[in-house]
């Protein structure tokens, strides 16, 4: 301690030499001083102890508050009320640095959860990370559809949508070998030889008719004007997304029916939380 207290007097008698070096610069300088390198001389020098003072004064500071650490026993009214003010500005400094780092890991927390919601929304055309916490929370929304529903069975999603399935075409390519000739004056050409043709088919995506696709808490299923499917989600196989349709395969069938509509993503992920609910 007393090591403490000697270099605490020798820095504190060192800024009491500056201040009275600065105190007697200026009074020089309000004196008047003549030529202009005695000014600049003045200036550079009070620079100089000002710089030199504030070094001192950062090395006091924390000498001070560790000796006033290490002698807590001692109790004067003057100490004690300095001693006081600084516990509390310590707790209060404690307080808002703990603040201060919350705030931080709040503001983290909101900028990657904000970040995670608008990639959703870019590439899926909803916010789906708001939209699981919102079912999970308070389930979905019941709407009116177009569907006679069974005993418990809720309708949660009606969007317009075209069935469609795919199809095969069938056509004859090649070509003949032999030669033609004209009979008379009639127009009519008789071909000799035989034609060398093969068929080959082609796949296309056949629109069947148009109507509603409904999602329920038990099926998919689609109502149109001449055609309508129902599937329940126990016998769905396998389900994938298209930029403007929905393949929905199902146990029986070895071609898939496809939705076109105009909210693929949002149809799908509805269908992946109904599954994911009656998953045991």
Known sequence: MSELVQQAFSLNEKITTDDSELESLHHHERSGISGLAGKVGSWNQGRKLSNDRAQLD??????????????????????DTIRGQAASADAQALALEQHAASLSAAMTTANDELKRRTDAERELGFDAPYLAVYLKTHGPDEVQSPLILKRGER????????????QTKRQWVGGSQGFSFPIGHTGIRYRVG????????QQFLGKLDSGNLVITNQRVAFIGNVKSTSIPLTKLLHVECYSDAVAVFQEGREKPDFYLTAQPKYAVFMINWFLNQIAP
């Open 155 to 166: 309708a949660n999603m009606v969007v317009p949508a075209t069935l469609a399935r795919q």
């Open 58 to 79: 950062s090395r006091l500071r924390p000498l001070l508050a560790q000796i006033a650490q290490q002698t807590l026993e001692v109790t004067l009214p003057e100490v």
């Open 194 to 201: 035989s034609f060398h043709g093969h068929p080959i088919q």
